[in-house]
T-cell receptor
Framework: AQKVTQTQTSISVMEKTTVTMDCVYE???????LFWYKQTASGEIVFLIR??????ENATVGHYSLNFQKPKSSIGLIITATQIEDSAVYFC???????????????FGTGTRLQVSP | GPKVLQIPSHQIIDMGQMVTLNCDPV?????FYWYKQILGQQMEFLVN????????KSKLFKDQFSVERPDGSYFTLKIQPTALEDSAVYFC??????????????FGPGTRLLVL
């Protein structure tokens, strides 16, 4: 069964610094997809970045990047040059490959609340 | 990025009543989902829907729940009758496909349902 674990409940940083949020996952599938979403104060859920398990290169989008350590089943999110508006709850999520698991549901972690201060 | 819309944003109803939550998915997307988020917790999968059929549902998708998308209009989640434990935020999501780099699920802003 799929499982996603985020152990950090909240992180506080000063703006313009770099923050890393941890996430570990469990899956029996050899092919899977990892996602990070953020939930803003208004409740909106925004897709940020993804990593496909077969890709060795860490994904990067804007000031978001991933630290994918497949042997450790770990997918950390790195935010560089943080801004006040990055304050939100960040969810790590995983989906297994449909052809092998016959499901395309996304399983979410419990989230990490990021507070960026001036 | 792609936008999913949900109507209404908030709904308050009495226990036992019926409620319909509406979702307007991304225009060219083919796969539709509902997730439930209880306050302060993570989102949990309810159901997915493709080509007019439920493809998969979780144990949270009770018999009182139903989904449909008549004639390409809104993708709806109906709860009849509602129970107190149905109070939550319901998120709709859609994706273009289920494999490859076009299968990212995009989420709507949620409907906050309060059952009294």
């Amino acid at each position: 069964a799929q499982k996603v674990t985020q152990t950090q409940t909240s992180i506080s940083v000063m703006e313009k610094t770099t923050v890393t949020m941890d996430c570990v996952y469990e899956t029996q599938d050899s092919s899977y997809f990892l996602f990070w979403y953020k939930q803003t104060a208004s409740g909106e859920i925004v897709f940020l970045i993804r990593q496909d398990s077969y890709k060795k290169e860490n994904a990067t989008v804007g000031h978001y990047s991933l630290n994918f350590q497949k042997p450790k089943s770990s997918i950390g999110l790195i935010i560089t040059a943080t801004q006040i508006e990055d304050s939100a709850v960040y969810f790590c999520a995983m989906r297994e490959a449909f052809r092998s698991s016959n499901t395309d549901k996304v399983v979410f972690g419990t989230g990490t609340r990021l507070q960026v201060s001036p | 990025g792609p936008k999913v819309l949900q109507i209404p944003s908030h709904q308050i109803i009495d226990m036992g009543q019926m409620v319909t939550l509406n979702c307007d998915p991304v225009s060219n997307h083919l796969y539709f989902y509902w997730y439930k988020q209880i306050l302060g917790q993570q989102m949990e999968f309810l159901v997915n829907f493709y080509n007019g059929k439920v493809m998969e549902k979780s144990k949270l998708f009770k018999d009182q729940f139903s989904v449909e998308r008549p004639d390409g209009s809104y993708f709806t989640l109906k709860i009849q009758p509602t129970a107190l434990e149905d109070s939550a935020v319901y998120f709709c999501a859609s994706s273009f496909r289920t494999g490859g780099n076009q299968d990212t699920q995009y989420f709507g802003p949620g409907t906050r349902l309060l059952v009294l």
